[in-house]
C-alpha cells in the first residue's frame, strides 16, 4: 500500500478516548475521516464526519460502510477501535458478560472486516488497523474474558493478514498498554463480582491497581500518532505497541522468564500472592 495523504478512514468506537484522538488527528493530517459510535457525539467532531455505527449489529455495519461508500467511492483504511473492558473473576463471570464481550471485541471487528473487505478487494487495496491491548499479549487477573477477547483477535488479525495478502490489503495490531481514557469510567464489572464473592477482596485489590494505571496512564494521543504512522507508512509489521517502556518491557518478560516467575511478577504487580 503506497504511503500518500488523502485516504478515507472508517474509525469504530470514535466518541471518545483513542478512537476520538485517532479521527481528530488523521483530519488534521488531510485524511478523510468517517468516526463512527453507537450513540451520537455529546460534542460536535471538528474536521471529520460522524457516523452511528453498532459493531453488535450486522445491518448496522453495513449500512454504515454503505454510507462511506456511496459518499466517498471507496474505504482506504478502517480502525477497528470499538470495544469495552468487563472485570471480575472468570467464575463470577456470566456466560452471556462473556458473550458480549466477545461480541464487541471480537466479533464486531470481524463484522467490520466482512463489510469493507469486498470493496477493498476489488480496489486490490487496504489497510486494516486493528486496535488490541497489552492485555491481548498476558493474561491478566480479573480482566479474563478481556485478555481472551484480545488474545482471539491477535489470532484473528495474524490470520487475516495472510488470507488478504494476495489481494493487496494488510493488517495490523496496535497494542496500546494503559491509556488514559473513559474505559476506566466504563467498565463492565462481572454482576456476581459484589459482596459474596469468594474473590471480592483480591478483586477489589486488583481493581485500585488497575484504576490507578489507567488514570496514569499514557493519552490517546500517543495511540493516535502511531495509527497515523502505519497510515501513512507503506508497508506494516504484524504488531506495534504503545504505552508506558516498563509495561511494554513487561510483555517481554514472558518469553524470557520461567512461566512461574513470569505470573508472580504480574501477581506482584497487581496486589495479589500465591498465598
Not at 36 to 53: D, F, I, N, V, Y
Not at 177 to 199: F, M, W
Request: with cysteine.
Amino acid at each position: 500500500m503506497v504511503a500518500s495523504q488523502g485516504r478515507v478512514v472508517l474509525i469504530t468506537g470514535a466518541s471518545s478516548g483513542i478512537g476520538r484522538a485517532c479521527a481528530q488527528l488523521l483530519s488534521e493530517r488531510g485524511h478523510t475521516v468517517y468516526g463512527t459510535s453507537r450513540q451520537p457525539l455529546t460534542e460536535a467532531p471538528k474536521g471529520w464526519h460522524w457516523l452511528e455505527l453498532d459493531v453488535t449489529r450486522d445491518e448496522s455495519v453495513r449500512r454504515a460502510v454503505d454510507a462511506v461508500l456511496a459518499a466517498e467511492g471507496r474505504i482506504d483504511v478502517v480502525v477497528n477501535n470499538a470495544g469495552y473492558a468487563l472485570a471480575g473473576s472468570l467464575e463470577d463471570t456470566s456466560i452471556e458478560e462473556a458473550r458480549q464481550q466477545f461480541e464487541t471485541n471480537l466479533l464486531g471487528v470481524l463484522r467490520v472486516c466482512k463489510a469493507v473487505l469486498p470493496s477493498m478487494r476489488e480496489r486490490r487495496t487496504g489497510l486494516l488497523i486493528h486496535i488490541s491491548s497489552l492485555g491481548g499479549a498476558v493474561g491478566l487477573p480479573f480482566q479474563g474474558l478481556y485478555s481472551a477477547s484480545k488474545f482471539a483477535l491477535e489470532g484473528l488479525t495474524e490470520s487475516l493478514r495472510q488470507e488478504v495478502a494476495p489481494f493487496g490489503i494488510q493488517a495490523t495490531l496496535v497494542q496500546p498498554g494503559d491509556v488514559h481514557t473513559r474505559i476506566t469510567e466504563n467498565r463492565v464489572l462481572a454482576s456476581q463480582s459484589g459482596p459474596g464473592s469468594a474473590y471480592r477482596a483480591p478483586f477489589e485489590t486488583t481493581l485500585k491497581t488497575i484504576e490507578a494505571d489507567e488514570r496514569d496512564g499514557v493519552p490517546p494521543e500517543d495511540v493516535a500518532r502511531t495509527v497515523l504512522e502505519l497510515l501513512e507508512h507503506g508497508s506494516v509489521r504484524v504488531r506495534y505497541s504503545v504505552g508506558k517502556l516498563v509495561q511494554r518491557a513487561a510483555v517481554m518478560a514472558k518469553w524470557m522468564l520461567p512461566s512461574r516467575a513470569f505470573e508472580a511478577l504480574v501477581m506482584s504487580l497487581y496486589g495479589l500472592s500465591r498465598d
